[in-house]
């Protein structure tokens, strides 16, 4: 279907600048020739080896965008659930060797191909809902073979599904529970040895560190920035999501793609994001699991200009949510997203979140990622949960679900 001729859509375009709602476009066709939108308007004619797709006034969007998961893992914390809800915190598991570390252990003794199963049922979750390009970090292996076997298994969710799949090398996620080295040790393992590896074999498309109370230090990750900026890859910062550590100001120093969960972000350093061009990736799951109060301050990256995505931040322990559309309406009832902003939270801001301008956005010359629903207006997806399936989904020009 890479040769295609959408007849009679409306179109959500989610373009940027444009001056109706949603980039609205009323009894449109769209012509996709190897992947690409080559054409839009009204009354198209077919071309020979044309397939003809009548959207018959249905609703036509970008694919979606889920910029932020932690798709690959082994194992199960629902125990540690279970502790949440009796009061013990998210810092106090840590402490006692589960969070992060539990799902390092299962990870690591998980094999390739049990790991590949288990990721394909949460990607096509994903994919049901319209999620045409997905970014997987890595982070739950902390030394070099499981590393690279997550980013293997990453490789093999986008052959499988015919998606998109952006990997990010996270190995600062968390101390290696056998590490028998301390962290500034850890951390020029990262540093020294799997970066240049992930650069060098092109198994990475950016780098990711959790600078936390629970994490790394802002020195230890300014270490990390520098080690992938000379590497030649871009960096992202899981920043402020339990302290005001500064590690958003710090990721805008190297230019970040995004700084993602940020709720404890000081309204002050909005304008450091704004000023280097930075994403704004908002996390509402990983709140609502935490039973999180402290939210991130949307007034002041909306005044300030600030791009505002939204992600599931899918993982096994603090937002283990295989629902985008979920996390795009919690984001407008726990953080005050406006409907739009929400969508294009998970379209074309989604898409800049991860450094990607050739989608999120309907518009001639973008990759052929669309959707078709049939549904009274693009609101309804983030107004009634669970209500709305796209009856198509198209990524690349070819038919995927």
Same mark, same amino acid.
């Given at each position: 279907m890479n040769n295609l001729l959408i007849r009679n859509a409306r179109i959500a375009s989610m373009q940027r600048g444009s001056k109706s709602p949603f980039g609205l476009l009323e009894d449109t066709d769209i012509r996709v020739a190897d992947g690409i939108i080559q054409e839009i308007g009204s009354d198209l004619r077919a071309k020979p080896n044309d397939t003809v797709l009548e959207a018959n006034g249905h609703? +036509?969007?970008?694919?979606? #965008? @889920? +910029?932020h998961t932690h798709l690959v893992y082994g194992g199960d914390r =629902? %125990? %540690?659930f279970r502790q949440r809800l009796d009061g013990v915190s998210y810092e106090e598991i840590s402490r006692q060797g589960g969070g992060i570390k539990s799902t390092v252990r299962a990870t690591r003794s998980t094999s390739a191909k049990a790991l590949t199963i288990q990721t394909l049922r949460r990607a096509r979750r994903l994919l049901e809902e319209g999620v045409t390009?997905? %970014?997987? &970090? =890595?982070?739950?292996?902390? @030394?070099e073979d499981t590393e690279l076997k997550m980013l293997e298994v990453a490789d093999v969710v986008a052959d499988t599904l015919d998606i998109s799949v952006i990997k990010t090398f996270l190995g600062a996620h968390s101390m290696p529970p056998d590490a028998g080295m301390n962290a500034d040790e850890y951390i020029d393992f990262v540093c020294q040895v799997m970066i240049p590896k992930v650069a060098k074999e092109k198994r990475a498309d950016a780098v990711d560190v959790f600078c936390e109370t629970v994490g790394f230090s802002l020195e230890q990750t300014r270490r990390v920035f520098e080690a992938a900026r000379d590497a030649g890859l871009p960096v992202k910062g899981h920043v402020e999501q339990l302290s005001d550590s500064k590690g958003a100001v710090l990721a805008c120093e190297f230019n970040a793609l995004s700084v993602e969960h940020i709720e404890y972000l000081q309204e002050s350093d909005v304008a450091t994001l704004a000023t280097a061009g930075t994403v704004a990736v908002l996390l509402p799951g990983a709140y609502y699991y935490l039973k999180e109060t402290q939210k991130p301050? #949307? &007034?002041a990256l909306r005044e300030a200009g600030v791009d505002m995505a939204v992600a599931t931040d899918m993982n096994p322990g603090t937002s283990p949510i295989a629902s985008l559309l979920t996390c795009a309406n919690m984001a407008s009832l726990f953080f005050g997203l406006t409907v739009e902003e929400a969508l294009k939270g998970i379209t074309v801001n989604g898409a800049r979140a991860l450094g990607l301008e050739d989608r999120g956005e309907i518009a001639p010359g973008k990759r052929a990622d669309l959707t078709l629903w049939d549904m009274p207006s693009p609101a309804s997806l983030i107004y009634e949960l669970n209500g709305y399936r796209p009856h198509t989904v198209i990524a690349g020009g070819k038919h995927v679900a």
């Amino acid at each position: 279907m890479n040769n295609l001729l959408i007849r009679n859509a409306r179109i959500a375009s989610m373009q940027r600048g444009s001056k109706s709602p949603f980039g609205l476009l009323e009894d449109t066709d769209i012509r996709v020739a190897d992947g690409i939108i080559q054409e839009i308007g009204s009354d198209l004619r077919a071309k020979p080896n044309d397939t003809v797709l009548e959207a018959n006034g249905h609703w +036509c969007l970008p694919g979606f #965008v @889920d +910029c932020h998961t932690h798709l690959v893992y082994g194992g199960d914390r =629902s %125990e %540690e659930f279970r502790q949440r809800l009796d009061g013990v915190s998210y810092e106090e598991i840590s402490r006692q060797g589960g969070g992060i570390k539990s799902t390092v252990r299962a990870t690591r003794s998980t094999s390739a191909k049990a790991l590949t199963i288990q990721t394909l049922r949460r990607a096509r979750r994903l994919l049901e809902e319209g999620v045409t390009t997905l %970014e997987i &970090k =890595s982070g739950y292996g902390l @030394d070099e073979d499981t590393e690279l076997k997550m980013l293997e298994v990453a490789d093999v969710v986008a052959d499988t599904l015919d998606i998109s799949v952006i990997k990010t090398f996270l190995g600062a996620h968390s101390m290696p529970p056998d590490a028998g080295m301390n962290a500034d040790e850890y951390i020029d393992f990262v540093c020294q040895v799997m970066i240049p590896k992930v650069a060098k074999e092109k198994r990475a498309d950016a780098v990711d560190v959790f600078c936390e109370t629970v994490g790394f230090s802002l020195e230890q990750t300014r270490r990390v920035f520098e080690a992938a900026r000379d590497a030649g890859l871009p960096v992202k910062g899981h920043v402020e999501q339990l302290s005001d550590s500064k590690g958003a100001v710090l990721a805008c120093e190297f230019n970040a793609l995004s700084v993602e969960h940020i709720e404890y972000l000081q309204e002050s350093d909005v304008a450091t994001l704004a000023t280097a061009g930075t994403v704004a990736v908002l996390l509402p799951g990983a709140y609502y699991y935490l039973k999180e109060t402290q939210k991130p301050p #949307v &007034k002041a990256l909306r005044e300030a200009g600030v791009d505002m995505a939204v992600a599931t931040d899918m993982n096994p322990g603090t937002s283990p949510i295989a629902s985008l559309l979920t996390c795009a309406n919690m984001a407008s009832l726990f953080f005050g997203l406006t409907v739009e902003e929400a969508l294009k939270g998970i379209t074309v801001n989604g898409a800049r979140a991860l450094g990607l301008e050739d989608r999120g956005e309907i518009a001639p010359g973008k990759r052929a990622d669309l959707t078709l629903w049939d549904m009274p207006s693009p609101a309804s997806l983030i107004y009634e949960l669970n209500g709305y399936r796209p009856h198509t989904v198209i990524a690349g020009g070819k038919h995927v679900a």
